[in-house]
């Protein structure tokens, strides 16, 4: 069955850190890739995708993911974070077929020390 | 006014009573699903549909039913509840034409079953 797993469970960075969130999938067809972000007591928002065409996608708030096919990765960046990017991230895959589902990885909380 | 609306936000209910969420959204999309986050797990599937008279059960649809009393609106409902369901409950829509659509979600539902 297709995964998605979030190799970080908890990160705690210092203000100015720079941050990288490891992403790995298992399907090996075409993929969409996703990351999600839910601040405190939120609900998920959409941080960038991935559908096709440049790998190196950016979003909002300073974040960027590249996707590497080679490795199954879509790894989540940000050259310094800060203290508002407290939060648990969610990378997500789209299930085969087109049923619109989203697979999510266990999601990685990141707090930020200013 | 939030796109994707859950009610109720929080409800602490007792084993073995039914419990309804409900969810309504103006995005105009066709399809919706529902969700569920347990620290550590992510999100898992609990159920989706694709219209009124498309309903099809996700990974982990054992104790929960829905019902699309229309384009708008979804519901889950828990007929015995048991404490092992307390978790966070998201509902998300997204358009239903492609798949590199994202889903939009609600602000969640936070359910303890004592």
């Known amino acids: 069955a297709q995964s998605v797993s979030q190799h970080n469970h908890h990160v705690i960075l210092s203000e100015a850190a720079s941050l990288e969130l490891g992403c790995n999938y298992s399907y090996g067809g075409t993929v969409n890739l996703f990351w999600y972000v839910q601040y405190p007591g939120q609900h998920l928002q959409l941080l960038l995708k991935?559908?096709?065409?440049?790998?190196l996608v950016k979003g909002i708030k300073g974040f960027e993911a590249e996707f590497i096919k080679s490795k199954f990765s879509f790894n989540l960046r940000k050259p310094s974070v800060q203290w508002s990017d407290t939060a648990e991230y969610f990378c997500?895959?789209?299930?085969?077929?087109?049923?619109?589902?989203?697979?999510f990885g266990q999601g990685t909380t990141l707090q930020v020390k200013p | 006014d939030a796109d994707v609306t859950q009610t109720p936000r929080n409800r602490i209910t007792k084993t073995g009573k039914r419990i309804m969420l409900e969810c309504s959204q103006t995005?105009?999309?066709?399809?919706m699903y529902w969700y569920r986050q347990d620290p550590g797990l992510g999100l898992r599937l609990i159920y989706y549909s694709f219209d009124v008279k498309d309903i099809n059960k996700g990974e982990i649809s054992d104790g929960y039913s829905v019902s699309r009393q229309a384009q708008a609106k979804f519901s889950l409902s828990l007929e015995s509840a048991i404490p092992n369901q307390t978790a966070l409950y998201f509902c998300?829509?997204?358009?239903?034409?492609?798949?590199?659509?994202?889903?939009?979600f609600g602000e969640g539902s936070r359910l303890t079953v004592l």
């Open positions: 998300a829509t997204r358009t239903g034409t492609g798949r590199t659509g994202e889903l939009f």
């Open positions: 997500a895959v789209n299930a085969p077929g087109n049923t619109g589902k989203l697979i």
């Open positions: 991935y559908f096709s065409g440049d790998p």
């Open positions: 995005k105009g999309h066709d399809r």
